[in-house]
């Protein structure tokens, strides 16, 4: 059988039109892992309430970032995924491909560009570190509904926390702590709580007390919130962190619903009252830079973070295609997956 690899990341806009986002974030929104409503309900909240005026706002928000890797590169995201997959390639003599599980390059012709390269079995490389069924899991499904009899599929675990993805991400925030800082924000992606509880086995663990992240169980292997806690534990181990000096929080949060918490536009507005001056902000939930943690942290979060009264702000980049990581993510590849 002839290997291969697709990796995948969440997706992009083709442009930072107006009309472009509109049509990605319409095809986000109607994936029922993503909004989990049954579909009249969702294509009347898409349809009725976000599409009419949110991309307006986000194509705004992505002319401020397009282009931040260089002139002409386009999309953050886009841009480091394609030199990640590139970097991979270098190392491995296998085929690999790249797709988005929205927008281009799409994962019906990547995955059909592996099959005239003669794969047969094919390693999935989801590139989220952490669990969740509205990124893992529909980029797992879709996957698997394009390879069926043809290929037989193998999938890369979360990879929250592997010792070279720690160590390669503690390796990154390192290199870009200023002479002067006093305190790490870990801000990660936000996800409703009616995600954790409905991707609970069990049914009665996630959410339902204080310590629950805490507290062995086998719905950790599906909740995000402890895998992103754990990957919080693991960093701050590696740069030998007090538990003062650090904050975990989840940014993005969409609708009214209650989010994971605490918000990370809330931690920014408040952190100056409690004595942190020098911030210093990493977004671990990403492996390329895109419009969350360039434009939401770097310029947004950055304004709200120095209005409270704080004095200097860091952001440390993402992993994007740095040797380390690209080393480390070969590494799986050649073991097959193996967690």
């Known amino acids: ?19 472009d986002v509109r049509r990605y974030l319409g095809d986000f929104l109607m994936d029922p892992y993503v909004l989990d409503v049954p579909w009249p309900i969702r294509r009347m909240i898409v349809s009725c309430f976000i599409l009419p005026f949110r991309p307006k706002r986000s194509a705004e928000a992505y002319a401020k970032i397009w282009n931040h890797a260089g002139p002409g590169t386009g999309s953050p995201l886009l841009h480091h995924s394609r030199d990640l997959e590139g ?12 797709a988005m599980r929205y927008g281009t390059p799409g994962m019906e012709s990547a995955i059909t560009e592996l099959r ?29 509904q ?37 305190h790490l924000l870990l801000s990660y992606h936000g996800l ?21 992240c805490a507290t062995p169980s086998p719905a950790h292997a599906t909740c995000y919130r402890h895998q992103c806690l754990e990957t919080t534990a693991g960093l701050a181990q590696a740069l030998r962190l007090s538990s003062d000096q650090y904050t975990t929080s989840f940014q993005s949060r969409l609708g009214r619903l209650p989010w994971l918490t ?8 408040d952190l100056p009252g409690t004595g ?37 702000f860091t952001l440390v980049p993402c992993l994007n295609s740095r040797p380390d990581w690209v080393a480390a993510l070969a590494g799986w590849c050649r073991t097959g997956a193996t967690a």
């Open 1 to 19: 059988m002839s290997r291969g690899i697709l990796l995948v990341n969440l997706g992009t806009p083709a442009s930072c039109r107006t009309a």
């Open 87 to 98: 970097a991979l390639s270098a190392q491995l003599d296998i085929p690999c491909a790249l």
């Open 116 to 144: 005239e390269q003669g794969v047969t079995e094919l390693l999935l490389v989801p590139l989220y570190p952490q669990y969740a069924d509205s990124t893992c899991t529909t980029t797992v499904e879709r996957v698997r």
């Open 146 to 182: 394009l390879t069926e009899n043809t290929m037989t599929l193998t999938v890369l675990p979360p990879f929250y926390d592997r010792a070279d993805y720690i160590s390669a991400q503690a390796a990154l925030i390192r290199e870009h702590l200023p002479e002067s800082w006093d």
């Open 192 to 212: 409703p709580e009616r995600h954790l509880t409905r991707a609970d086995p069990t049914g009665n663990h996630c959410l339902q007390r204080p310590d629950c």
């Open 262 to 269: 605490p918000y990370t536009d809330q931690v920014l507005q």
């Open 276 to 312: 942190v001056k020098d911030l210093v902000v990493a977004c671990p939930a990403f492996v390329a830079d895109n419009l969350e943690t360039l434009e939401e942290i770097g310029l947004a979060g950055q304004e709200t973070f120095l209005a409270a009264g704080g004095e200097t």
